[in-house]
């Protein structure tokens, strides 16, 4: 398998154009007016930003919806009659950095 991926690598990396990586773009860009919704797969679940733009510099609104947020809603079903003792244990399970939830 890893001597099939290295020839993959090998062919895709054959098939990228020449020139430039970088873009030249000013130092500063406005996004267009409006608002979005962004999410990638995290290490540790969904990761979103909510943007809204007002066609200035700096965003109008921005929201991040950390993973650990997202994990943490689901403590409430997990710990339904276990033990105090074990509540420790299911919290460790789920990974949370108490960082992103101390809203």
């Known amino acids: ?37 962004a999410h990638i797969e995290a290490p540790k679940g969904e990761l979103g930003y909510y943007i809204v733009s007002d066609n200035s ?8 919806r950390p993973t650990s947020l997202i994990n943490l809603a689901a403590l409430r079903q997990m710990v339904k009659g276990w033990k105090v003792a074990d509540l420790i244990i299911i919290f460790g ?7 992103e939830v101390d809203r």
């Open 1 to 37: 398998e890893m001597t099939q991926s290295l020839r993959i690598i090998e062919q895709a990396m054959k098939q990228i154009p020449g020139g430039p990586v970088k873009a030249d773009l000013p130092h500063l860009v406005r996004p267009p007016a409006g608002e979005v919704y």
């Open 57 to 64: 510099i700096a965003p109008y609104r921005c929201h991040v």
């Open 93 to 99: 399970s789920i990974d949370i950095t108490m960082g």
